[in-house]
């Protein structure tokens, strides 16, 4: 669950990138943060787990109070968390297994647990036969699976992506969006993505948040 | 090539630094040997007029032990050239002479503070601390030993400032690691844990090498040092005890100085 009352978001106090949002995001949904460039789409994102601070008002992820946050409790809740992002995130000096297997020893997970969850999530991102590659060694989509497959590695209740489709071509975003859609529908996880092209088709059901000039609205 | 650049620029003012301790804790094990050894045969006599009692602590030096002269042995010694009337008067008269050994060697300040100490005791008519003795090689060693106190500590500053620059740069080079770790949860310490790798590998390696540079002194020492002060040296040297010492803050200061670097990036 996430919860945004009278929510104000600024870069060091200065102009105001987003004013007064309201928003309720219940358990399951998948929703679509979208607007035009430089309206604040990702700033709102980056609040959501903690990477920027709550300038006014309230917010809340899965009952962690984003305003009187410290360091342990944005940890905790980032443990909460899969994050994608449009420029992967990878540890180049990781190989593709070790990049997924992080969440799952930040949460000291069993070594043989966490290689068998990460030999599934591969199959299921049909990236078995790179297990001991590393990050360069992939193509631009194949990172974004090995991504979303670390996103997932740790059974989050909501995943949050900015842009997991931005440089994407068209074959490996629809890769990127079944991948989301299936963590949605069938793992129930809630799913936030930031995006400015939002797929024609998706398939399930889905709520939109607009940013216009600051402004967050939900759009029909 | 990087690599090894940065384990040097880390390496060098720690064993500098140790290296510098190490002849810190040699001059210590000097002076301290010194001080063993003239202890034995240093006392303070005391003159008073009744019996003296006894006395624990002298400007914060513990007594070991206090001797009281024969009085019987002076008069015997002079008693030839005495009448029995003047032996009779001078056993009336003659004060009481005591020998205080002290249980380590105080410095000229805290002889003069014994002096006065011994003073405020109304029964004691006279002192004798024999300063210039052994003062005079005494305050050289310790002068020594505090000049190179001195330059350690300003060796371990600068050290500290040049280790702290050196782990502040592997902070940058591993910076998308490290953020990518916390935004997974992972803590400041747990996602710095190459650092912590590189920092402990690169302790052990120095106190190994200050050891072995201190053993190599130890073993050659008659060949550096003079043959006037070799008098001064410990016939053994043992040196288990200083080899820990240099492996503890081979360890410790490298820590303290990422412990510190860490607090100030949390903070951030």
């Known amino acids: 669950m996430i919860l945004a009352k009278n929510l104000t978001l600024s870069y060091d106090n200065k102009k105001n990138i987003i004013e007064n949002a309201n928003f309720l995001i219940k358990e399951k949904e998948f929703i679509f943060i979208s607007g035009s460039s430089g309206s604040g789409k990702s700033t709102m994102l980056k609040s959501l787990y903690g990477g ?169 | 090539m990087k690599l090894l650049k940065s384990f040097i620029s880390f390496t060098f003012p720690l064993v500098v630094m140790l290296f510098m301790f190490s002849i810190y804790l040699i001059v210590t094990k000097v002076v301290d040997n010194y001080k063993e050894n003239i202890i034995n045969d240093y006392a303070i006599v005391v003159i008073t007029n009744t019996p003296l009692l006894s006395i624990d602590k002298l400007a914060g030096i513990k007594v070991k032990d206090i001797e009281s002269l024969s009085r019987d042995r002076i008069i015997k010694n002079v008693q030839q050239n005495l009448s029995d009337s003047s032996v009779e008067l001078l056993q009336k008269k003659l004060p009481y002479f005591y020998k205080i050994y002290l249980e380590e060697f105080p410095t000229s300040l805290k002889l003069e503070k014994i002096r006065k100490q011994l003073m405020t005791i109304s029964n004691i008519k006279k002192i004798e601390t024999f300063s210039n003795d052994h003062n005079k090689l005494y305050s050289l060693l310790i002068l020594v030993q505090n000049i190179i106190f001195i330059l350690f500590g300003a060796v371990l500053l600068l050290s500290v400032l040049l280790l702290s620059k050196q782990i ?73 005890m200083e080899i820990f010492k240099i492996f503890l803050l081979s360890i410790l200061i490298p820590s303290v100085t990422f412990l510190g670097l860490l607090v100030k990036y949390k903070l951030q």
């Open chain 1, 52 to 220: 920027l601070a709550v300038k006014k008002g309230n917010l809340f992820v899965n009952k962690h109070d984003l305003v009187k946050k410290s360091y342990s409790k944005l940890l905790s809740l980032r443990k909460d968390l899969g994050i994608v992002f449009q420029d992967y995130k990878l540890i180049q000096e990781y190989t593709i297994e070790e990049n997924i297997m992080l969440p799952l020893k930040v949460h000291n997970y069993a070594d043989d647990v966490s290689k068998a969850q990460v030999k599934k999530l591969l199959k299921h991102v049909k990236l078995s036969h790179k297990v001991g590659a590393y990050p360069a060694e992939l193509s631009g989509g194949e990172q974004q699976r090995v991504a979303v497959a670390r996103a997932l590695a740790h059974n989050p209740s909501i995943i949050l992506a900015d842009e997991p489709t931005g440089n994407l071509d068209d074959y490996s975003s629809d890769m990127i969006w079944t991948l989301l859609k299936n963590a949605n529908e069938h793992l129930g996880i809630t799913i936030v993505v930031v995006t400015h092209r939002i797929p024609i088709d998706m398939g399930i059901k889905y709520r939109r948040f607009n940013i216009e000039e600051g402004v967050v609205y939900e759009a029909s």
């Open chain 2, 168 to 240: 502040k740069i592997w902070f940058f080079e591993h910076n998308d690691r490290i953020s990518i770790i916390q935004l997974h949860g992972g803590s400041l310490l747990y996602s710095s844990l190459p650092i912590i790798k590189i920092i402990l590998g690169s302790a052990l390696f120095s106190s190994i090498l200050s050891s072995a540079m201190l053993f190599v002194i130890i073993s050659n020492i008659h060949m550096i040092i003079q043959p006037e002060i070799m008098t001064l040296i410990p016939t053994v040297l043992s040196m288990e």
